[in-house]
């Protein structure tokens, strides 16, 4: 085996110790060399942690360096200018959902990376669980049949509560020049929110079950808690006009029909996604719900056997060095870190969840928030040309 691949880590926050560094850390193919955050507290404690040699606070002093192979941006808010960054430096590049908010602008990163030989993954961390990869190989072996039906959830309680921050940025002093998020109470408005952190990889997941693209989709965004503490700092609550739930229908262009429906405000655990296939020789339901300790399941059905079975997922879909106590982070995200370096060394050719897969959802994203704000259904592609209305989300 050739030499480890030599990661930088931008952020180290939660997600990068709970998901990040542990994978980089697990596969045999990579090696953390570094890790930066604004908080030279916080890269210092996740270097301790997981035995990574160098430490910054500017994450120009790392792209400019000519000895680190892979650049991994888990920061909260946008990821745009440091992503362009990244591969304008001609580093692989992993990073935090979402690319950027327009898929126009994901389209240009993943040329941009193209261009320069450069490999490309997002975190997409669904696609990665072992019952999804297990169950996107029974699809591709036939299992599934023609995709008649794809249902897809992603929905947990997490900010039923209107006092947890909105913002879940861990501000030390209160954050300065932040948009507004309550001043257009019109139905236009609001602020997408639940749709693009939550609903994206649930969005993956479907495009891969039904095999093709949308063709057409219609949407709405709600509502449902209006007055919520902005951040860690804020005692009281201000009106926020955000989508903490939100559904869409459309069809694809093999002729499957699709339905999602994406929300923070409804009773249960985390991560809360559900897939459902169904197709002209069988169907297939997964669960990515940590409930009593279990953290997905799977289980199929076919025409002459109708009631769904569980099926135990076999061992070659868990990530190198997992144990049967992950946590679902740890789990999920093994496979997304190994997987990546094992595309960078020439192991794997595919390019799963890449940038060119990001812009597809991220193009759903935008052509259901359109969809909402005009009230009418939206054809897809979009035209690439067209002025689109800005997406403003959420810093969460
Ligand atoms: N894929 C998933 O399932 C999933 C799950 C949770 C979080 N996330 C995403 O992961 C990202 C990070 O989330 P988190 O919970 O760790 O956030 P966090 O706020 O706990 O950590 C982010 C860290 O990045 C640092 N940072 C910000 N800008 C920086 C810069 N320019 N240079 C260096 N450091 C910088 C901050 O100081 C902070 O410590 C977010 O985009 C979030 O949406 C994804």
């Given amino acids: 085996m050739s030499d480890p691949l030599r990661v930088a880590v931008i952020g ?22 570094a890790i930066c955050d604004l908080h030279r507290d916080l890269a ?78 997002v975190g997409l961390t669904f696609r990665y669980a072992p019952a999804v990869m297990y169950m996107f190989d029974l699809i591709r072996e036939g ?17 039923l509560d209107p006092d947890n921050p909105m913002d879940k940025r861990i501000h030390r002093t209160p954050p300065q020049g932040e948009p507004e998020w309550g001043t257009d109470l019109s139905r236009e408005g609001i602020v997408v929110s639940s749709l693009e952190g939550y609903g994206a990889p649930t969005i993956d997941i479907g495009l891969e079950c039904v ?22 700092l804020d005692t009281d609550r201000e009106r926020i006009h955000i ?53 997905q399941t799977i289980k199929t059905a076919t025409p002459d056997a109708v009631e769904f079975v569980e099926r135990e997922i076999p061992p070659e879909y868990f990530a190198p060095g997992a144990r049967p106590d992950d946590h679902w982070s740890t789990a999920f995200y093994g496979n997304l870190v190994h997987n990546f370096c094992q595309e960078i060394v020439g192991e794997r050719s595919e390019d799963q969840g890449d940038f060119a897969q990001s812009a597809r959802v991220q193009e759903v994203i935008n052509a259901v928030t359109l969809s909402h704000r005009e009230h009418r259904w939206v054809d897809l592609p979009l035209d690439r040309g067209e002025e689109q209305p800005p997406i403003q989300t959420m810093p969460w």
């Fill in 143 to 159: 299992f599934v049949g023609e995709p008649y039906i794809f249902n897809g959830y992603e929905q947990n309680s997490q900010w």
């Fill in 12 to 33: 180290a926050g939660r997600w990068s110790r709970s998901a990040h560094l542990p994978g980089f850390t697990r596969s045999p193919l990579s090696k953390v060399v």
């Fill in 243 to 295: 989508d903490d739930a939100d559904m869409f229908m459309g069809e694809a262009s093999n002729g499957a029909l699709f339905s999602m429906q994406s929300s923070y405000v409804t009773v249960g655990n985390y991560p809360g996604i559900e897939a459902r296939i169904f197709g002209s020789r069988g169907a297939i339901q997964v669960r990515l719900v940590e409930e009593f300790g279990v953290i």
């Fill in 44 to 121: 210092e404690s996740a270097a301790a942690e997981f035995g990574i040699p160098e430490v910054c606070t500017d994450a120009a002093e790392l792209l400019g360096r000519p000895d680190i192979d892979v650049v991994d941006v888990v920061t909260r808010g946008d990821h745009q200018d440091l992503v362009f960054a990244t591969l304008e430096a001609g580093k692989h590049c992993l990073v935090e959902k979402p690319v950027c908010h327009d898929y126009r602008d994901v389209w240009r990163a993943h040329e941009l990376a193209t261009s320069k030989g450069l490999k490309t993954k």
């Fill in 211 to 232: 095999g093709a693209d949308l063709t057409k989709v219609v949407g709405i965004l709600a509502n449902m808690v209006p007055y919520r503490r902005r951040t860690n």
